[in-house]
């Protein structure tokens, strides 16, 4: 059944994608790089996230490389966690992977 529910939301998020044409441009600039660094605190949580982001052809590529790092201290309890992804975009085709250790 979840299988199935999976199925239909790609067909849907497909069925909403546009096409891009070979002469397409996402962006007026060719190529960039940039990287950005948030820190944000609540109560017992500090989230350090950097984004690196690759564009290059004028968007027909591009990558988003994510690091998320959140300490955690509660009740005396201090934990350390850490997620990575990664979003590549060529052309019409977009993926994205959770990286874990």
Do not use: W
């Not at 497909?14 to 960039?32: H, V």
């Amino acid at each position: 059944m979840r299988l199935g529910k999976i199925s239909i939301l790609l067909v849907i998020l497909l069925a909403g994608t546009p096409t891009y044409s070979q002469d397409m441009k996402r962006y007026e600039f060719e190529s960039a790089y940039a990287e950005k660094t948030s820190t944000t605190n609540s109560t017992g949580v500090e989230v350090t996230k950097t984004e690196k982001i690759y564009i290059a052809e004028f968007g027909k590529k591009e990558a988003h490389y994510i690091s998320e790092k959140r300490n955690i201290s509660l009740m005396g309890n201090n934990q350390v966690k850490e997620s990575k992804s990664v979003s590549i975009i060529e052309g019409e085709c977009h993926c994205v992977a959770r990286l874990m250790k």
